[in-house]
């Protein structure tokens, strides 16, 4: 009901856009999430929408990098990364939950996609 992808290698200083696309479930009312895990640590709130009122949040490591959006017409969640950092490293994942303030948590998630891997080399 999620299909993430947009992952890839990037030099630092490099982009990338990755995808979220949803289905299932009335996109808008959700919050979708964009979370990452690198090897041996525990999965991280990146960044998270809500399409019904464009509320953002960003985890503070990312802020001026990233930019989450939606377009409600195609179910699809974009996070453009910006000035990548080989700290950005990790496969991120998409979720769906209906709590936008609580959306850089995983606890409350009712849906998640497979992972695209992001690496970026120094």
């Known amino acids: 009901q999620l299909q993430a992808s947009g992952g890839g290698l990037v030099q630092a200083g490099g982009s990338l856009r990755l995808s979220c696309v949803a289905s299932g479930f009335p996109f808008e009312e959700y919050a979708i999430g964009w979370f990452r895990q690198a090897p041996g640590m525990e999965r991280e709130g990146v960044s998270c929408?809500?399409?019904?009122?464009?509320?953002?949040y960003y985890t503070d490591s990312v802020k001026g990098r990233f930019t989450i959006s939606s377009d409600a017409a195609k179910n699809t969640v974009y996070l453009q990364m910006n000035s990548l950092i080989p700290e950005d490293t990790a496969v991120y994942y998409c979720g769906a939950q209906l709590d936008i303030s609580t959306c850089l948590t995983e606890d409350w998630y009712d849906y998640w996609g497979q992972g695209t891997q992001v690496t970026v080399s120094s």
């Open positions: 929408i809500k399409s019904s009122d464009a509320s953002t």
